[in-house]
């Protein structure tokens, strides 16, 4: 069974600093394109950043996050720093094949709240 379980997610002050973490059982991660996403109270899902063998960025966050792997771990990374009151959100990991359009594989989502 493939489960996708984010973690790292919790209450920051803006400008602080998180580091999210997308962690697999039953899937190999560097053989997936992975994707963050959040999505924030009364608003609809966004992509946030997207790992495969480039890396990608909403312009929202682009400087600001930064995505990567750690193979021998099978766990994808979004560091998020400068953080600011609009990044508050839940933000989910997901995987699919490179083959695949769509999102196949999605987390359970961590919750991210950037506020003094």
């Known amino acids: 069974q493939v489960q996708l379980v984010e973690s790292g997610g919790g209450l920051v002050q803006p400008g602080g600093s998180l580091r999210l973490s997308c962690a697999s059982s039953?899937?190999?991660?560097?053989?997936?394109?992975i994707a963050w996403f959040r999505q924030a109270p009364n608003k609809e899902r966004e992509g946030v950043s997207c790992?495969?063998?480039?890396?990608y960025y909403a312009d929202s966050v682009k400087g600001r996050f930064t995505i990567s792997r750690d193979n021998a771990k099978n766990t994808v990374y979004l560091q998020m720093s400068s953080l600011k009151a609009e990044d508050t959100a839940v933000y989910y990991c997901?995987?699919?094949?490179?083959?695949?359009?769509?999102?196949?594989?999605w987390g359970q989502g961590t919750q991210v709240t950037v506020s003094s």
């Open positions: 790992i495969t063998g480039s890396t």
């Open positions: 039953g899937l190999a991660l560097d053989e997936h394109a």
């Open positions: 997901a995987a699919r094949r490179p083959s695949m359009s769509s999102y196949e594989y």
